[in-house]
């Protein structure tokens, strides 16, 4: 069965003692036998957004059989210059989409003002990421995803962490939520077991992707809990769920 890994992050300097490097994840997905990962970089210091996306790229070039490149924007920093960084990474590096976090930058993602952003990356075709988590919830709720998914029904929304990671869990509001909007798929990372198999029961094997949140999490430990998770289900879900759900999000 092919792994693919929905959420793993990647740095060219470390954080807090946190090695994210390409060759330390390439180590870790080899341990994991993880086939590919999506790959963002870490919610970074503001100066350090152009430089972190340009990292991004040198994975994917130096392992174009491993990484698949996704970019990140910020509107904080400027709606023009969200914009830029959207173009720059779909059509000069080739990203398959962009992620926006709310949580870590500190915005609402609905924001008005920023749907020009969310517009941009909607023309590209390519797949637009949230980090909807409980840690600076009202920035990322998911009524907010709502309105943006039912605003562009047909662009590929991922949601990282549907609503876990931390309290209070939202993960029952997002499961709501993507019941609501079938362009959403959900990423089972750093959240609950019980929240992912919940989802899998009301949403269907088809709407959820295996996640680590690497270097947050341990990825070959989050691998064998999907694997002890998902091994009663038949053999064409659980290989949805470990990357083929993502793949075909992608449009790959």
Not at 94 to 120: C, M, R, T, W
Not at 216 to 244: N, R, S, T
Request: contains cysteine; hydrophobic residues 40%.
């Amino acid at each position: 069965m092919r792994i693919i890994d929905a959420d793993v992050h990647l740095a060219p300097i470390k954080e807090q003692g946190i090695d994210a490097s390409i060759e330390t994840t390439i180590m870790k997905m080899d341990r994991a036998k993880v086939d590919q990962a999506l790959v963002w970089l870490i919610p970074p210091y503001l100066r350090y957004i152009d430089d972190s996306n340009a990292y991004i790229y040198k994975a994917t070039q130096k392992y174009p059989d491993r990484f698949l490149g996704f970019g990140w924007a910020d509107p904080n920093l400027g709606v023009d210059k969200a914009i830029d960084s959207v173009k720059k990474c779909i059509y000069e590096y080739g990203f398959h989409g962009v992620k926006l976090n709310g949580a870590q930058n500190s915005y609402y993602i609905d924001n008005p003002e920023y749907a020009p952003v969310v517009e941009e990356i909607a023309k590209t075709k390519k797949a637009l990421a949230f980090h909807v988590g409980a840690d600076a919830f009202e920035f990322t709720h998911p009524f907010r995803v709502k309105k943006i998914a039912k605003a562009y029904p047909e662009m590929k929304i991922l949601v990282a962490h549907m609503g876990g990671v931390g309290h209070a869990d939202l993960t029952d509001a997002m499961i709501e939520v993507a019941q609501e909007c079938p362009n959403i798929m959900l990423i089972g990372s750093m959240v609950r077991t019980k929240a992912i198999w919940k989802a899998i029961e009301q949403l269907g094997a088809d709407r959820v992707c295996y996640g680590s949140d690497t270097p947050f999490d341990i990825m070959h430990a989050c691998v064998g809990k999907y694997k002890a998770l998902i091994e009663d289900l038949p053999a064409d879900d659980q290989v949805k769920i470990m990357g083929g759900n993502l793949l075909k999000t992608l449009g790959l």
